[in-house]
Nanobody, 121 residues
Framework: QVQLVESGGGLVQAGGSLRLSCAAS????????MGWFRQAPGKEREFVAA????????YYADSVKGRFTISRDVALNTAYLQMNRLKPEDTAVYYC??????????????WGQGTQVTVSS
């Protein structure tokens, strides 16, 4: 069992930056692959980024590639999503997830409660 708590969301102007954090507690953080997803109002939840246990492999949705960076700090049991050059269409609730299989689908075992990101135009 692992508990995930996201933070770092907020209101930002288009072109700005935010860094989301996902603090993990419980079982060993390093044994899990980590993912970030988001859900905009009226839309289904979608994949944003994922990172392997060693951080050697990273995957991004095409819509965020080149603007967002996923990372993890094993010593702090925390995963991050650095979001640059934000656009209004990035507005959504962002969720982090942990699991055993590195995937771009929602096949993760544990989910956080989400953090709201709002990008104004």
């Amino acid at each position: 069992q692992v508990q995930l708590v996201e933070s770092g969301g907020g209101l930002v102007q288009a072109g700005g930056s935010l860094r989301l954090s996902c603090a993990a507690s419980g079982r060993t953080f390093s044994r899990y692959v980590m993912g970030w997803f988001r859900q905009a109002p009226g839309k289904e939840r979608e994949f944003v980024a994922a990172i392997s246990r060693s951080a050697g492999s990273k995957y991004y949705a095409d819509s965020v590639k080149g603007r967002f960076t996923i990372s993890r700090d094993v010593a702090l049991n925390t995963a991050y999503l650095q979001m640059n050059r934000l656009k209004p269409e990035d507005t959504a609730v962002y969720y982090c997830a942990a699991g055993d299989v590195l995937t771009t689908t929602e096949g993760y075992d544990y989910w956080g409660q989400g953090t709201q990101v709002t990008v104004s135009s």
